[in-house]
């Protein structure tokens, strides 16, 4: 499918309000262009900035290095074999070399560049091929901050490092920098295509969280979560984690922030007055989302949320306005957590940030805002230093505790909502709640 075909296609279906999903065909052909552009347009400029002229990343068959997984083409479930990727960056000349010291091309970007009949040896020609570019740098992926970054095996290293000519050694550094900005960083055209995405997960929560699914008194938790389960399925999608879908009501204390993911009660009866809650995602065109929104089930005669829930979303609102409005490029992850969470608190909120990075990976590589186990920052080994940069998306994940005298008792208000850092600061990808969803929908001809 053509760019501008494309293009077209994605415009009917912002017109349309319709899930408009390409079949694997057109994804494919969407895809290996997304890489195009990233490996010609985006990538140069990376490993400049990380001062990395020559980027090597060595993956086995099913062991696969995090960042090899975003290079391959769309034919390519896997690597093969031992794939080796060579990136060769000469500023001076404005090039960029993408070759593969392996038996095939990767793709149209990557060209093979072994001969097995001329040099069976793999890392023999690995080493011709540094040797005759002689870089000032050569970057592999280990890291002890990044998990992402840290894919080259112990057996491919020592391989590596015992072929590598001597005067070389002292050269070989962690590309992790450079690993973490290839996995953060998002193209114009990839954010187009996020907001598809986004809308798609919105529409399947608005959904779930309707009469269509839900029936007071029958329908279960677990009901609604493997209904989107299979909705994502019968989409021709794919989710990277299952769905969990909780209930806050006016007899039970509230329990610990777990509760929500792996301590509820599974096949808890959805009855009306509850405060309903998901987490949910979905994988599409190898991007990933994350959200968490809120429904209400309305009692008889009700036609509308109580006033202390309404209120109680929107101070949870307020927390994502105090985090996004201190995401400032150059701060870093601990810096950003600090000053909203003092911010906050002074405003007589009760909050608890734990913001993640999103993008090629559900919990992706970037900076890392707060854990929910992590109120006084994260540590070390997950990148306590490294700053925001433009152009990368977070999940803006989020609560605040509020007190409801009529329940007599406090509750969280948990959202997540994807949202983009650019050069003109912060935006939603598409959009957050700030309403809670009604169950049943309000029907003003005929009351509720």
């Known amino acids: 499918m053509k760019k501008a075909v494309f293009l077209l296609v994605l415009l ?34 990376l490993m400049d900035a990380a001062d990395i002229d020559m980027w090597i990343v060595i993956s086995r068959e099913y062991n696969e290095d995090p960042v090899i997984r975003t290079m391959l083409p769309a034919t390519w479930l896997n690597a093969r074999r031992r794939t080796i990727l060579l990136f060769y960056r000469n500023k001076e000349k404005n090039s960029i ?75 070989v550094v962690s590309a992790e920098q450079l690993a973490v900005r290839w996995i953060e960083t998002r193209t114009a055209r990839e954010m187009v295509i996020y907001n598809q995405l986004v809308d798609i997960t919105h529409d399947i929560i608005a959904e779930a969280f309707s009469e269509k ?5 029958i329908t279960t938790t677990s009901d609604v979560e493997w209904w989107m389960r299979q909705k994502v399925t ?60 809120l429904a209400y089930v309305l009692k008889p005669e009700e036609k509308s949320a109580p006033d202390f829930l309404v209120n109680g979303l929107k101070d949870g609102n307020r927390v994502q306005d105090f ?25 007589g909120l009760r909050p608890a940030i734990y913001t993640h990075p999103l993008g090629m990976y559900g919990h992706s590589a970037g900076t890392t805002i707060g854990m929910w186990d992590s109120q006084g920052g994260v540590m070390k080994d997950d990148g306590e230093n490294y700053p925001l940069n ?22 969280r ?20 709640q700030t309403e809670l969803l009604l169950i049943p929908r309000v029907k003003d001809h005929q009351g509720n």
């Open 12 to 45: 009917s279906y912002i017109s349309s309000n319709a899930q408009y999903i390409l079949d694997e065909r057109e994804r494919a052909t969407v895809i290996d262009e997304i890489l195009d552009d990233r490996f010609n347009n985006l990538l140069p400029g």
């Open 97 to 171: 070399e993408k070759l593969a010291v392996a038996r095939y091309n990767v793709g149209k970007n990557i060209k093979s560049a072994w001969d097995k009949e001329k040099e069976p040896d793999q890392w023999k020609r690995l080493m011709e091929l540094i040797t005759e570019r002689n870089p000032k740098k050569i970057g592999l992926n280990f890291s002890k901050d990044h998990n992402i970054a840290d894919g080259l095996d112990k057996t491919d290293y020592d391989e590596f490092m015992r072929y590598l000519p001597k005067k070389y050694s002292a050269k």
């Open 213 to 217: 699914v839900i029936t007071p008194g």
């Open 234 to 293: 019968d989409l021709g999608l794919e989710t990277w984690f299952h769905p969990t879908v909780d209930v806050q009501r006016s007899k039970e204390e509230l329990v610990g922030h777990l509760y929500s993911f792996s301590g509820r009660p599974e096949d808890t009866v959805i009855l009306p007055g509850d405060l309903l809650h998901c987490d949910f995602g979905i994988t599409y065109l190898r991007l990933n989302t994350d959200c968490q929104e």
């Open 323 to 347: 985090l996004t409005t201190n995401m400032i490029k150059g701060r870093t992850g601990n810096e950003i957590l600090a000053k909203s969470l003092k911010e906050a608190k002074a405003a």
């Open 390 to 411: 433009p152009n990368t998306v977070y999940a803006i994940e989020l609560n605040t505790t509020i007190n409801i005298p009529e329940w007599k008792r406090d509750i």
């Open 413 to 432: 208000i948990m959202l997540e909502e994807a949202g983009f850092y650019g050069e003109d600061g912060f935006r939603y990808v598409n959009g957050r």
